[in-house]
């Protein structure tokens, strides 16, 4: 199993307005293609701490998978600011997404109701995603998160 970690999982990049109380928070990851295999996982972006989700939108630029039938998905969670995700969390946001297989345009916005009563936490906590499944015929391309939160 491999741990892939974007430039955002390391540190904050957050920003926010002193006319607003929304905290915007980005990730970017390329992926090469045919690196991903099944229990691999991606560190995305931060969570900070005092920080509730609200919103998770996820852009791919091209597919993961450029098979006729593709297979690959991903589970997206959330995990500690160490990378441990506790048993329930591994797909807070999504189950089985097939959010990278068509790429280009696809944006995926994450808006459940559940995430109003998430708890916030003293420390930073990650965007985790899992792949459930591995692509039929992987392909290079780029994931990027924007995590809409409130303190």
Do not use: W
């Not at 990851?29 to 931060?46: F, K, P, Q, S, Y």
């Not at 996820?58 to 098979?67: A, E, I, K």
């Not at 969670?77 to 345009?105: H, N, P, R, W, Y």
């Not at 994450?110 to 499944?133: C, G």
């Amino acid at each position: 199993m491999a741990i892939y970690q974007s430039v955002a999982s390391k540190k904050s990049s957050s920003f926010s307005s002193a006319a607003s109380t929304i905290t915007a928070n980005t990730g970017v990851i390329e992926i090469v293609g045919g690196d991903i295999e099944a229990d691999d996982t991606i560190e995305l972006l931060r969570i900070p701490a005092g920080e509730i989700p609200v919103d998770l939108i996820l852009y791919v630029n091209t597919p993961l998978d450029t098979d006729g039938t593709p297979t690959i998905t991903f589970d997206v969670g959330v995990g500690d600011k160490d990378g441990t995700i506790a048993t329930g969390d591994e797909d807070l946001f999504m189950a089985d997404s097939d959010f990278c297989q068509t790429g280009a345009t696809n944006i995926v916005h994450v808006n459940k109701p559940d995430l109003a009563f998430m708890d916030s936490s003293n420390e930073d906590r990650l965007v985790i995603l899992t792949a459930t499944e591995v692509a039929a015929t992987g392909a290079t391309g780029t994931i990027k998160a924007v995590l809409l939160s409130k303190g």
